[in-house]
Every structure is written in C-alpha cells, then in structure tokens.
C-alpha cells in the first residue's frame, strides 16, 4: 500500500513539474494566435478596462483605504493574468484555422466595422431584450385570465 502511495505522489509530481515547465515555456501557436485574436477583436484592452473598473469598485467599498494603497494596486495588478486565461478558453474552443479566420475577419473593413458598432449593437440589443421580455410578460398575464390552469393539473 505504501508503495502504491509512493508511486502516485510521485507520478503527481511528474506531471505537476512538467505541466509547469510547459506553462512556463513559450506559447503554442495556438496561444499566439488566440492572443492576436484577443488583440484586433478589442479584448485585451477590455481586459484593461475591467482591470480599472475592479479597482474603482474595490476602493468604493473600502473608502478608509489610503490612496498610495490603490496607486500601488494598479501598478502591480495587470489584465495579463485575465488575458492567459482567455487565451485558454478560445484555444479550448477553435482550432489554430479557425482563429487565423477571425483574426483575418477583423481586420477586413467589414470586421473593423463590426467592432466598431459592437458596442453600440451590443446595447441596442440589450434594450430590445428588455423590451421583449416585457412584451411576454404581458402575454403571459394575459393568458393567465383566461387559461383554465385546473383543467391543466390533471
């Protein structure tokens, strides 16, 4: 038993040591791909911009926190760390042609186009939802005078 608990720590270790000096070492061309993808689509620097929006919050709710404290923070504190895990998740989800595709994509005049009106869509769309989701809210209530929800249960 012993020696079947020594064989897994150390195969624990071995891995553990060698998915580090993987992680360590430089990025797939994966990686590098899905990081220019994350570059021309405007993420990265939203990932900056959360960085300082987390920030904002954090000193608001601690106002007895000096402010050298914060400045300190945001020197210290970067998006780089939100970027790798992002970087992952598009890896995990598209293949290395299919990010080349989109990167290509974004730098066309249509896809700059898109991610200029994007954010602009994006809140539009929001407003549309709301709207939507009060419209069947109405629906709903109106249905429910004359639905005969007994007769249902059986």
Avoid: C
């Amino acid at each position: 038993m012993k020696k079947v608990f020594v064989f897994v720590v150390s195969a624990l270790m071995l891995i553990v040591s060698a998915s580090h000096q993987v992680m360590a070492g430089e990025p797939s061309e994966a990686e590098k791909i899905a990081h220019e993808l994350l570059e021309v689509s405007g993420v990265i620097k939203m990932g900056g911009q959360i960085t300082e929006q987390l920030i904002r919050h954090q000193k608001k709710n601690m106002p007895d926190i000096p402010e050298q404290f914060w400045t300190e923070v945001a020197g210290e504190v970067r998006s780089e760390g939100l970027n790798r895990k992002i970087v992952a998740v598009y890896v995990k989800h598209f293949s290395v042609d299919e990010m080349k595709a989109i990167v290509a994509f974004y730098k066309t005049s249509a896809g700059k186009k898109y991610l200029d009106k994007l954010p602009e869509i994006t809140k539009e769309s929001i407003a549309a939802g709301r709207l939507w989701n009060r419209e069947v809210g109405v629906q709903i209530a109106e249905k429910l005078k004359t639905a005969d929800l007994k007769s249902m249960k059986k």
